[in-house]
């Protein structure tokens, strides 16, 4: 069974500041790993999509990347701003079988900017 | 507005009642995605409808819980004889299905307390 887990549970930094974010999965039989944004009591906003045959993506000061064989994948945030601050999750799409269509998410990782 | 619409937003009520949840894909998604999120953890998949088939459902769909996707657009996600443990944020989700590619969407949710 696909586990997520996001480290860590919680991260506080100062504006301005480069982040990182980590998501580990146990399975690397994955097809695809989507990273979101989620506002306290909101839905999700999807931020980036990686398929399995890329190595990273990028929009804007935001840039993740998937290590499918260590069942890695980190989201880089550049200059944070408090705007960011949200809960960041992160979700596997697994490669083929049974549940092939559910994604399996993280707990998310809770970051503050702090102005 | 082109997103993923759901509605109520918020919804109370007693132990025992029926609730109803509407979901309003992006237009043109055939693929439709119900996930249910409690306080802390990541989303759980419930269900999924490719256009107006239910083509998996998850062990946490217990009897009580029924959706319906009737003409391949909206869908309905309604839990009879609600308990305390269904109090939750139901997420509505939809993609657009090409190939395997198919980043999802996610609507702002609907959560129900029952008391």
């Known amino acids: 069974k696909q586990e997520v887990t996001q480290i860590p549970a919680a991260l506080s930094v100062p504006e301005g500041e480069n982040l990182v974010l980590n998501c580990s999965f146990t399975d690397s039989a994955i097809y695809n790993l989507q990273w979101f944004r989620q506002d306290p009591g909101k839905g999700l906003t999807s931020l980036l999509l990686?398929?399995?045959?890329?190595r990273e993506q990028t929009s804007g000061r935001l840039n993740a990347s998937l290590d499918k064989s260590s069942g890695r994948s980190t989201l880089y945030i550049a200059a944070s701003q408090p705007g960011d601050s949200a809960t960041y999750l992160c979700?596997?799409?697994?490669?083929?079988?049974?549940?092939?269509?559910?994604?399996?998410f993280g707990k998310g990782t809770k970051l503050s900017v702090i102005p | 507005d082109t997103g993923v619409s759901q509605d109520p937003r918020h919804k109370i009520t007693k132990r025992g009642q029926n609730v109803t949840f509407r979901c309003d894909p992006i237009?043109?998604?055939?693929?439709l995605y119900w996930y249910r999120q409690t306080l802390g953890q990541g989303p759980e998949f419930l269900t999924y409808f490719q256009n107006e088939a239910q083509l998996e459902k998850s062990r946490l769909l217990s009897d009580r819980f029924s959706a319906e996707r009737p003409k391949g657009s909206f869908s309905t996600l309604e839990i009879q004889r609600t308990e305390q443990g269904d109090s939750a944020m139901y997420l509505c989700?939809?993609?657009?299905?090409?190939?395997?590619?198919?980043?999802?969407?996610f609507g702002e949710g609907s959560r129900l307390t029952v008391l």
């Open positions: 989700a939809s993609s657009r299905w090409t190939g395997r590619t198919g980043e999802l969407f």
């Open positions: 979700a596997v799409r697994p490669y083929s079988g049974a549940g092939s269509y559910q994604l399996t």
């Open positions: 237009s043109e998604h055939n693929r």
């Open positions: 990686i398929q399995s045959s890329q």
